[in-house]
């Protein structure tokens, strides 16, 4: 079957680095994206990776591993803003979404 | 108005009822999607329309009825639904759909709770 895995919930530190870790089974394979979701709020896109490698956007940067089914999010110098669920998602064969639960990152001043 | 609208924001309907969300894109994309997101679960893809064609058939149980009548608009018609049925639907839209990476734009949603 198909599976994105993720943790439930992470606690860091205002001003600290924080890496959200995502691991993907899905049939076949064409990228793996990542979303910012406030609670109340819609999702809202931050990465979309298809290559290995990091890509990096401002204090957000994204890394994925084809051959270990593995992605993760950087976040640095936290912000209280950044307080959200953080949603990981792989693109299958068929072009659908496979979406983890999401985790829950609470900052902490 | 900007974005992916839905309405209402929120409902509350008895099981016996028939109501219909509403979603519409300002963005000139061409594919639409329906998702239904549960407290602490992934969130489930339940339609996906391209070029106002249905282009997923994934298991959604027929009580939920979508209709794609433009680009623009897309409506999921509800009946005789159950409790189990009350969560978040979010409509979203991308620019199109397949590889490449497009990104999905998701509206406010609407909070469906069934009585």
């Known amino acids: 079957g198909q599976n994105i895995d993720q943790p439930t919930e992470m606690t860091a530190t205002e001003g600290a680095i924080v890496q959200i870790n995502c691991t993907y089974q899905?049939?076949?394979?064409?990228?793996l994206f990542w979303y910012q979701q406030h609670a109340g709020e819609a999702p809202t896109f931050l990465s979309y990776?298809?290559l290995d490698g990091l890509e990096e956007k401002g204090r957000f940067s994204s890394f994925l591993s084809r051959s270990k089914g593995y992605s993760y999010l950087l976040l640095k110098e936290l912000q209280m803003k950044d307080s959200a669920s953080y949603l990981c998602?792989?693109?299958?064969?068929?072009?659908?979404?496979?979406w983890g639960a999401g985790t829950k990152l609470i900052i902490k001043p | 108005e900007t974005g992916v609208t839905q309405t209402p924001r929120h409902l509350v309907m008895g099981m016996t009822n028939k109501k219909s969300l509403k979603c519409e894109q300002h963005l000139g994309h061409n594919a639409m999607y329906w998702y239904k997101q549960s407290a602490k679960k992934p969130l489930e893809l339940m339609f996906v329309y391209s070029l106002e064609e249905r282009v997923e058939n994934n298991s959604v149980p027929s009580r939920f009825s979508p209709e794609c009548p433009n680009s623009s608009h897309l409506f999921l018609h509800l009946h005789t639904l159950q409790p189990e049925d009350s969560a978040l639907y979010l409509c979203a839209s991308s620019e199109a759909w397949g590889g490449g990476g497009y990104e999905q734009y998701f509206g406010p949603g609407t909070r469906l709770t069934v009585t």
């Open positions: 998602a792989g693109l299958d064969s068929n072009y659908q979404l496979i």
């Open positions: 899905t049939s076949g394979f064409n990228g």
């Open positions: 990776n298809v």
